[in-house]
C-alpha cells in the first residue's frame, strides 16, 4: 500500500487536564480525511491518464529512447547521447506534466561534439 503524506505534526498543544494524549478536533479531523480524498482523486486522474494509448505510446517512446541511451553510452557515442538527451527532455517534461512518473536516465554531460549545431 502506498505511503501518505498524513504524518502528523508535531505541535505544543497540550492535553487536557487529566488526559495524556491531545485529542484532534473535528474539524482537524475532517481536513485531513478532505487531504486524504484530494491524493486519491489525484492518483485516480493519473491512472486514467496511463490508460490512453497515447500517453502507453509516448512512455513507449521515452522508454525506447531510454535504452537507445545506454547503448551509445556503452560505445561511447557522444554525438548520438546528446542527440537523444535532447529528444527525450521534451517528452519527458510532458509525461511529468500529464502524471507520469519518468525514470531517472544517466544523461550525457559537458561540452557536445562538434558537429551539433
Known amino acids: ?29 475532517i481536513q485531513d480525511l ?3 480524498i484530494h491524493e486519491v482523486k489525484t492518483r485516480q486522474k493519473t491512472r486514467d ?3 490512453s494509448p497515447s500517453i502507453k ?10 535504452r537507445a ?4 553510452e556503452k560505445e561511447e557515442d557522444n554525438l548520438v547521447r546528446h542527440v537523444l538527451a535532447d ?3 521534451p517528452l519527458s517534461v ?11 536516465v544517466n544523461l550525457p554531460r559537458g561540452r557536445r561534439p562538434k558537429g551539433m549545431e
Do not use: F, H, S
Open 69 to 72: 541511451l545506454a547503448v551509445a
Open 87 to 89: 529528444t527525450r527532455r
Open 1 to 29: 500500500m502506498a505511503t501518505t503524506n498524513m504524518a502528523k505534526k508535531k505541535t505544543k498543544r497540550t492535553p487536557k487536564e487529566g488526559n495524556t494524549r491531545y485529542r484532534r478536533t473535528d474539524e482537524e479531523l
Open 34 to 36: 478532505q487531504n486524504r
Open 94 to 104: 510532458y509525461l511529468e506534466k500529464v502524471g507520469v512518473k519518468t525514470p531517472k
Open 49 to 51: 491518464m496511463q490508460r
Open 57 to 66: 505510446a509516448a512512455a513507449t517512446a521515452l522508454k525506447g529512447i531510454d
